[in-house]
């Protein structure tokens, strides 16, 4: 469940080129539910899912996921609860990195962790199986670099990486 409580935010507040982008926005997401948010260029849109995900911080107002307030949670703290794919496919994959590794690295979204990406063969082949469900052959492709998808495919591994860990909420 995600509740937003009379958000607001203003960028540049206070200076000639403030912006005030959302004001007193009220939403409740019940458990299950899927909803789509449309808006012209420049509404809001990707702002709002920033104050979810808490990569920008709210002038007023709370962010609640499963009735906990993360209004002051940085990324980080949140990620265990939330998947994301970003507008712009480049975000949300390590480039240098192979699909494979991304992949670990989305298993261990939020986990305390170090640095071992934990791969075996069961879990190669389990990337296999999920990568298989694009359609888009690249469960032929586990060590290829991820900057040597196209956008579309890089987007495609976007998702799987967002859901891989069944987050609570997915933006
Ligand atoms: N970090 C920032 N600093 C200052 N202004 C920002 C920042 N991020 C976004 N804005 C401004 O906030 C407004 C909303 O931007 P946002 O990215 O949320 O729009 P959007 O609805 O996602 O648009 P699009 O459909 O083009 O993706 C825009 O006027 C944008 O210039
Ligand atoms: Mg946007």
């Known amino acids: 469940m995600l509740?937003?409580?009379?958000?607001?935010?203003?960028?540049?507040?206070?200076?000639?080129?403030?912006?005030?982008?959302?004001?007193?926005?009220?939403?409740?997401?019940?458990?299950?539910?899927?909803?789509?948010?449309?808006?012209?260029?420049?509404?809001?849109?990707?702002?709002?899912?920033?104050?979810?995900?808490g990569t920008f911080f709210p002038e007023a107002g709370t962010v609640e996921i499963n009735g906990q307030d993360v209004t002051d949670w940085p990324v980080h703290k949140r990620a265990h609860l939330i998947g994301r794919v970003f507008q712009n496919p480049?975000?949300?994959?390590?480039?240098?990195?192979?699909?494979?590794?991304?992949?670990?690295?989305?298993?261990?979204?939020?986990?305390?962790?170090?640095?071992?990406?934990?791969?075996?063969?069961?879990r190669r082949a389990e990337f296999q199986r999920l990568l298989a469900l694009l359609e888009l052959g690249l469960e032929n492709r586990l060590e290829c670099p991820v900057k040597l998808l196209s956008g579309g495919q890089r987007q495609a591994l976007t998702l799987l990486m967002a859901t891989i860990g069944h987050p609570q909420l997915l933006l």
């Open 90 to 122: 480049l975000q949300g994959t390590a480039a240098e990195m192979t699909i494979e590794e991304n992949l670990s690295l989305a298993v261990k979204r939020g986990q305390s962790r170090g640095l071992r990406l934990g791969l075996n063969k069961k």
């Open 3 to 53: 509740r937003l409580n009379n958000l607001h935010k203003i960028f540049n507040y206070g200076k000639v080129n403030e912006n005030y982008v959302l004001k007193d926005i009220n939403l409740l997401v019940p458990q299950g539910d899927f909803i789509t948010i449309i808006g012209s260029n420049g509404a809001g849109k990707s702002t709002l899912l920033n104050l979810v995900a």
